[in-house]
């Protein structure tokens, strides 16, 4: 089935072309299930799959026009890109989440970039974007640079601390729909990270009020958000 609509350019048909010989090369989902029901299943991962890999030729074909040394044409012998490719795409069949089908095009055009970390981080990578939800992605953003993350979102009332302050008012402030759920889920999300070694120090420790804005995130963090952020 034709998968490139008429108006796309050139440039981009040849991308998503050779994106696509890669992705080909996945194993087919076995039949196990009925035969309807495999059917239903291959038609929504088949457009999963469609979406996914337009977005990406065209998020390729525009970063290929804003920086000279990011060449499309030698990407399909790019080791880093295409495992890029084949490992970000096994995700998109396993999730419907925006957010998070952006965050795997941004780490995909990051592996191709001059200066990418090596395979094995960016495998390391990869594994924490399949297993962290959106909101786990923000937290770790807005732990990693609190102003920031006010700056970024004017609509957001920045919390007025008193003397002593902990960062479970920084967050409710910063992440509202996370805050109204309560102390508990926002412990439950911030779990992960610390287990993870993604940030250092506990959410609930007193401190002072400029102490709640500093960030609290490693360096592996620091790392891991930079590969996931748009490159263009």
């Not at 977005?55 to 074909?61: F, M």
């Not at 890029?84 to 191709?112: C, D, F, G, H, P």
């Amino acid at each position: 089935m034709e998968t490139n609509p008429p108006a796309h350019s050139k440039g981009r048909e040849l991308t998503q072309t050779a994106i696509e010989a890669i992705v080909n090369l996945v194993p087919a989902v076995g039949s196990t299930i009925t035969v309807l029901l495999m059917a239903g299943l291959n038609h929504k991962l088949n457009q999963r799959r469609e979406r996914w890999l337009g977005e990406l030729a065209e998020a390729v074909e525009d970063l290929s026009q804003r920086l000279d040394e990011f060449d499309p044409d030698a990407l399909v012998d790019n080791d880093a890109f295409v495992d890029a490719v084949m490992t970000a795409t096994q995700t998109v069949y396993r999730t419907s989440q925006q957010e998070k089908i952006e965050v795997l095009r941004n780490a995909v055009l990051n592996s191709a970039m001059l200066g990418a970390p090596d395979l094995d981080i960016q495998q390391m990578f990869f594994d924490l974007i399949d297993r962290l939800t959106p909101t786990h992605m923000r937290l770790l953003a807005l732990l990693n640079d609190p102003p920031g993350w006010f700056d970024r979102h004017p609509e957001l009332s920045r919390p007025t601390f008193s003397l002593s302050s902990n960062r479970v008012q920084l967050i409710s402030a910063a992440l509202p729909d996370l805050g109204a759920q309560g102390q508990a889920i926002i412990e439950r999300f911030f779990a992960p990270l610390a287990e993870g070694g993604l940030v250092n120090g506990s959410i609930h420790g007193m401190m002072t009020a400029a102490g709640a804005w500093q960030p609290m995130t490693t360096d592996h963090a620091s790392a891991f958000l930079a590969f996931i952020r748009d490159p263009r």
